[in-house]
């Protein structure tokens, strides 16, 4: 039991690196939203069914879109202070904070007191559309601008319902507008319930639009976090993206006691951010709490006039406050400190002992670079 315990760590790292590999069985790699649907998979933006599968050409509810839309744009952890009542859901219901945060960062039309939201119809192309529009700060046009602008390419522009015309025209105008390919010249189809790999492209462009222009409110959102915490002086920011470079050192407070005396190499040990991760401007790079984990990879008892202890650590993961788990390659070669006479005497005489407390402090060297957005604490790999 015990050795299947230890080989966890290993076999949770080997699942990471083959995640390509794992692609839902019924979205072939040169299906048309493949990349997309990849991508947002692997954010967790979207997920398949029980079955391993993505089903592309399945609906998507207006609950659900709403649930997407808001992990798409890294707000879930946001408070909404004056919630809206529908009269057909109740603060029970699965969607409602999503639903809620929609509303909030203008993603849909703020309705009237008690209208309906009808959460479990079909999102139609238009209203996926709209909201991807919506989250984004646009030039304005009028009518005409946007039948000139949808003339030029789609058959059915005199078909879009009047509401929708406008989000319509500054959708292609972006570059947003998504079209299966058909042999059929190009349509709209403004009413027709969108699939989920449709709804996946659309999310897709909406998260690379807002990243240059979100709207007020989600500009205000996705700046970058800023707060206290231990200083990585070599960190580096370009934009809302934070660089961790290989070598920097970062401390973690184990959650269990480890020792050169009684610890085995495999062993598995566990620690959090005992505070934030920030750069020199206060930028936060890893949120205090976040877990890392990892296994002992080499320990040796200390023996007198044999040798010193010996106690490595190995770090293989970290689940942050997004619930993200990823990979965070770091060693800890654990030492004491010593002055020089000590240094001296553990050099002619072996024998020292090493160990580390429960909540006492490993200090963590990063083996490889690791980039995290600012705005939203997620680690890209």
């Not at 005497?345 to 200090?363: I, S, Y």
Request: proline share 5%.
């Amino acid at each position: 039991m015990k050795k299947t315990f230890k080989g966890l760590l290993s076999v949770i790292a080997v699942a990471f690196s083959i995640t390509a590999a794992n692609a839902f069985p019924d979205v072939a790699d040169n299906y048309w939203a493949a990349p997309q649907i990849k991508e947002l998979s692997e954010q967790g933006v979207i997920v398949g069914y029980p079955d391993g599968t993505f089903k592309p050409d399945d609906n998507v509810t207006r609950a659900e879109f709403a649930s997407m839309a808001i992990k798409a744009l890294g707000q879930q952890n946001t408070k909404v202070v004056q919630p809206v009542n529908f009269s057909d859901i109740t603060t029970e219901y699965w969607a409602y904070d999503a639903i809620q945060k929609a509303i909030y960062f203008d993603l849909v039309s703020v309705p009237k007191e008690g209208d309906l939201f009808r959460p479990d119809d079909s999102v139609s192309r238009a209203e996926s559309l709209s909201v991807a529009v919506n989250a984004l700060t646009t030039e304005q046009i009028s009518e005409q601008k946007a039948k000139e602008v949808l003339e030029k390419v789609y058959i059915d522009t005199h078909a879009i319902p009047e509401w929708f015309l406008i989000p319509a025209g500054k959708a292609e105008i972006l570059g947003m507008m998504v079209i299966m390919p058909s042999a059929d010249k190009a349509k709209v189809e403004a009413e027709r319930p969108a699939t989920r790999a449709e709804v996946a492209a659309i999310l897709f462009k909406m998260m690379e639009q807002a990243k240059l222009n979100p709207n007020a409110k989600l500009a205000e959102a996705m700046r970058k976090k800023t707060g206290d915490g231990f200083v990585i002086e070599n960190a580096t920011v370009q934009g809302s993206i934070g660089t961790i470079p290989a070598g920097s050192i970062v401390p973690v407070e184990l959650t269990k006691y480890i020792s050169s005396q009684t610890s085995e190499p495999g062993d598995l040990f566990a620690g959090v951010a005992a505070q934030n991760y920030v750069t020199k401007e206060k930028f936060i790079l890893v949120n205090k709490g976040a877990t890392l984990k990892g296994q002992l990879i080499d320990v040796r008892p200390g023996r007198w006039f044999v040798r010193n202890g010996v106690l490595v650590l190995d770090n293989s993961l970290i689940t942050t406050n997004n619930d993200q788990t990823t990979k965070f390659n770091a060693v800890a070669n654990i030492k004491k400190d010593r002055n020089w006479f000590m240094k001296f005497v553990r050099f002619c005489f072996k024998g020292e002992k090493l160990e580390v407390p429960a909540q006492g402090t490993v200090n963590l060297k990063l083996l490889k670079p690791v980039q995290v957005d600012l705005t939203n604490g997620w680690i890209l790999e």
